[in-house]
């Protein structure tokens, strides 16, 4: 049983910064594609970073240069930096987890519960 579970939101002025951890249970993130999504009120949801097994990474435009996917395969754990924060950032951010190399593409098999990001002006 593949389970995701994703921590650090939080609530930050605009230009600050956060980091956001997903744990996973029941398999090797070495062998995963893993990504962050993220959905805000009255939006469709949207791809912000992925990782896939061979250490390629694709970014959303709107966050490169901002943000940062990273995994720590000993640990099982995957990261999100999220520096120079906007109010547009705000919203529910999602972990992802999948054997095929989706990177952005939304089709993942495995979603943590979310963890909520609110940057204020």
């Known amino acids: 049983q593949v389970q995701l579970v994703e921590s650090g939101g939080g609530s930050v002025q605009a230009g600050g910064s956060l980091r956001l951890s997903c744990a996973a249970f029941g398999y090797s993130y070495s062998t995963y594609c893993m990504g962050w999504f993220r959905q805000a009120p009255g939006k469709e949801r949207e791809g912000v970073a992925a990782?896939?097994?061979?250490?390629?990474?694709s970014y959303a435009d709107s966050v490169k240069g901002r943000f940062t996917i990273s995994k720590d395969n000993a640990k099982n754990t995957l990261y999100l930096q999220m520096n120079s924060l906007k109010p547009e950032d705000t919203a529910m951010y999602y972990c992802?987890?999948?054997?095929?190399?989706?990177?952005?593409?939304?089709?993942?098999?495995?979603w943590g519960q979310g963890t909520q990001v609110t940057v204020s002006s």
């Open positions: 992802a987890a999948d054997e095929e190399s989706l990177l952005l593409r939304q089709a993942y098999n495995y």
């Open positions: 990782i896939d097994d061979d250490g390629r990474t």
